[in-house]
């Protein structure tokens, strides 16, 4: 068996940042040997999620870190963050009975989503959940009729420029429609708690939060008693850009946040998906053939857009490859999944270079894929199976 471990600083050392270079992925490609799964399969290492985990509340130490459940929902790694003591941003029903499943507290759950059904609000309530996001008047008089009393945060709608995959308009207001809304929430009954906002996925500018902080600052000038700031997501994982390593994004936060609240700080929320779980997987795929056209040689492996790869939608996430073969000479491919679709590409424009002497069966690991990859998995489109997840325990191995 080749010694995949002997070729993954080679990887690392070309890309990505230097303290997330695939820490302890050894456990992982332990794993891998000894079971030899069948491929496609993500290994998360419930270790490298610890890690991930205690740095942040080392480097936000006063922010509540709520984990975006929908990063990676494997029970495992849900229960992991319930044992560290996490909060969780939800956005259903199914996420809810998930964390509570697993151990969470109602009140240690926030349903994130601005957009829901009356009756899942209702259900959510019951169960105790009493932190909710909106950003319309109509989600926001549902919420005062059917979680009477609940913390409310509105979330403001801000510059993304920085993120790899941005949210464009769907969520959000305006800080003034903000405001308003919240003093509605006020006279309805609800406790108007905050604002919240989402600097946009994978956001590789440490500066990016100031326009949230400032939007925040503008909502709590117009609407006094507000007391609690929810930083959003967008920490970044390690894929083939650079990104800023997190002591850069907190001293940027620290910064806005002293600009704007000076020693009136807020309560904090952090919203980390991608971040606590990025780098804790290695998804594991294999050639299935290596062809070549005219103009290009092509390498279709058994994974693609649709069992796991989805964020290679516009070539917006370009994960960090390791195969077999590396230290043989390279060569530019185009990769692409195994489905008979024509959207089933995963990199033309994007550089990808692999060894020329790749072929069908062999091996190529994604580094950096614990993150929207098993979550955002088809059924089983094309007959091919949703992608299944393995978790080890690097620090149990130790
Ligand atoms: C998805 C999501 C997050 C997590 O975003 P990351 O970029 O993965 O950190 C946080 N908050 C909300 C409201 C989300 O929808």
């Known amino acids: 068996m080749t010694d995949l471990s002997a070729t993954a600083s080679v990887t690392d050392r070309l890309s990505g940042t230097a303290e997330a270079a695939g820490p302890a992925t050894d456990p992982i490609v332990q794993f891998l040997d000894r079971h ?32 975006a459940v929908k990063a990676n929902p494997t029970p495992e790694v849900v229960g992991e963050l319930v044992a560290l003591g996490a909060s969780f941003d939800v956005a259903s029903p199914g996420e809810i009975d998930l964390c509570l499943a697993l151990g969470a507290a109602p009140e240690d759950i926030s349903y994130g989503n601005t957009i829901k059904k009356r009756r899942d609000v209702a259900r959510a309530h019951a169960q105790g959940v009493r932190m909710f996001a909106t950003d319309s008047e109509p989600d926001l008089r549902v ?40 003093r509605l929430a006020g006279e309805l009954g609800l406790d108007p708690w905050g604002v919240s906002f ?19 600052r503008r909502v709590f000038d117009a609407e006094p008693g507000l007391r609690m700031v929810n930083l959003g997501g ?15 994004y907190a001293r940027r936060i620290e910064e806005s946040l002293t600009r704007h609240f000076g020693d009136r700080r807020p309560e904090l929320l952090v919203e980390p998906g991608r971040h606590l779980v990025g780098d804790a997987g290695v998804l ?40 077999d073969r590396d230290g043989d000479p390279t ?13 089933d590409v995963l990199y033309q424009r994007t550089r990808y270079e692999l060894p020329v002497t790749l072929r069908g069966g062999d091996r190529v690991d994604l580094l950096s894929a614990g993150a929207y990859t098993a979550s955002y998995s088809s059924v089983s489109f094309n007959g091919f199976a949703p992608l299944p997840t393995y978790c080890v325990d690097g620090d149990e191995r130790r």
């Not at 989402?198 to 925040?216: R, V």
């Not at 060569?331 to 959207?343: N, R, S």
């Open 234 to 248: 967008g920490l970044p994982a390690a894929y083939t850009d650079q990104a800023p390593p997190l002591a850069d």
């Open 331 to 343: 060569g530019p491919v185009v990769l692409a999944g195994p489905t008979c679709d024509g959207d």
């Open 36 to 67: 030899q799964p069948e491929t496609p399969c993500l290994v998360v290492d419930l270790a490298v999620v610890r890690e991930r985990y205690r740095q942040l509340r080392s480097a936000l130490p006063d922010g509540r870190i709520c984990y």
């Open 143 to 182: 919420l005062a009729e059917e979680a009477p009393g609940a913390r409310v945060f509105c979330r403001v709608l801000v510059d993304n420029t920085g993120s790899r995959t941005p949210f464009g308009k769907k969520f959000g207001c305006s800080p003034e429609r903000a405001a308003a809304l919240l």
């Open 284 to 323: 594991r795929s294999e050639v299935v053939l290596v062809s070549e056209s005219d103009e290009h040689r092509w390498v279709y492996l058994d994974i693609g857009r649709y069992n796991g790869l989805a964020e290679t939608e516009g070539e917006a996430i370009t994960y960090r490859l390791r195969t």
């Open 198 to 216: 989402h600097s946009g996925s994978q956001q590789l500018d440490p500066a990016a939060w100031e326009h949230g902080i400032a939007a925040a």
